[in-house]
């Protein structure tokens, strides 16, 4: 099935054909006009210039109305083998599509509500044929039935022309055109974008990044540029500050050789709050003990700083290199 994007917004047009595999754009009067565009003549060659190939309207009273007025746009400078012509079925359409098929142009009969309308631009040569299946719905038509009689009338007479499936408003629609067989589906950029989206390829691939970063990057990779270390003569207070500073849950408190004398936790403060009062806010921070603090070397991966946060039931650790710390690593770093 031929993917192609229906939009006149320059940026994410130039977006969309980045992914290289769009095989064409789709584009109307009503979309240039959205869009602002002024001159449109000049956008028609701009656009030329980035798709693969081009679907413009090609409007007129008569078919030969229509036929010079895609000999016009021809004579811009488009490549023939590349542009195709849109026109609105009717039976003066279907001429002029006639006419433009003898002469060699590729041809678009489209604002398809019916299968009579599809058969007669199958019957006039028309390369593609297109259905708008979303403004069907709105009417309350069975826009997939007639799409599916489409595809079952090409292949039964064996028409050369392509179903394409249009006027598309979510990603099920595109399923629905897989589904159903057709050749072609022209998309809206937010649509086509979802295409490769899954709640559960995200969580998979999350995990592939999780897991990739834990055994190829180290501690000292992933600490943050705050030292969470204090001066054991500080007060309580002191280190509280230090702690809301750096967003830590602890502090290393640390003698005047820079030497880590231990860790003072907010555990250990909200404890000694509540058994001394506010007045625990002023002492010294030498005037506490510390157990010894847990640490990990800088050039340790990050898996075996999981396995200390698992085995120690702790929720950070002392980075150090040399015997003096660094940095502290905090579970949610590894987040």
Request: charged share 25%; net charge negative; proline share 2%.
């Amino acid at each position: 099935m031929e993917l192609y994007l229906d939009s006149a917004d320059i940026n994410e047009i130039e977006e969309a054909f980045k992914l290289g595999y769009i095989d064409g754009l789709t584009t109307t009067p009503t979309f240039m006009h959205r869009e602002g565009v002024t001159d449109l003549d000049a956008m028609i060659l701009k656009l030329a210039g980035i798709v693969p190939v081009l679907q413009i309207e090609a409007l007129g009273s008569t078919a030969e109305e229509i036929f010079d007025e895609a000999q016009r746009q021809l004579d811009l400078g488009l490549d023939k083998t590349k542009t195709v012509f849109k026109i609105p079925v009717s039976l003066e359409g279907t001429r002029a599509c006639k006419m433009l098929r003898n002469k060699g142009f590729l041809v678009n009969l489209h604002l398809v509500y019916t299968l009579q309308q599809a058969y007669m631009a199958m019957h006039a040569g028309a390369t593609y044929v297109c259905p708008l299946v979303g403004r069907l719905q709105d009417q309350g038509q069975d826009a997939l039935g007639l799409v599916r009689k489409c595809v079952e009338a090409v292949d039964k007479y064996g028409y050369d022309t392509n179903v394409m499936f249009s006027s598309v408003r979510h990603s099920q629609h595109v399923r629905n055109a897989l589904d159903i067989g057709v050749h072609t589906c022209t998309i809206p950029w937010k649509v086509m974008k979802q295409l490769t989206e899954n709640h559960f390829t995200t969580i998979g691939t999350d995990q592939f990044f999780e897991h990739t970063r834990l055994i190829t990057e180290t501690v000292g990779e992933n600490i943050r540029d705050f030292n969470p270390i204090i001066p054991q003569g500080s007060t309580v207070l002191d280190a509280l500050v230090r702690m809301t500073q750096g967003k830590f849950g602890a502090v290393a408190v640390v003698d005047d050789g820079g030497q880590t004398l231990g860790v003072f936790t907010d555990g250990d403060l909200r404890r000694n709050l509540e058994k001394e009062g506010q007045n625990f806010l002023q002492k010294s921070l030498s005037e506490l003990s510390y157990s010894e603090p847990i640490t990990i070397d800088a050039d340790a991966l990050l898996i075996d700083a999981t396995k200390i946060f698992k085995d120690k039931k702790v929720d950070t650790v002392s980075v150090v290199t040399g015997g003096k710390q660094i940095g502290m690593l905090d579970i949610q770093d590894l987040v």
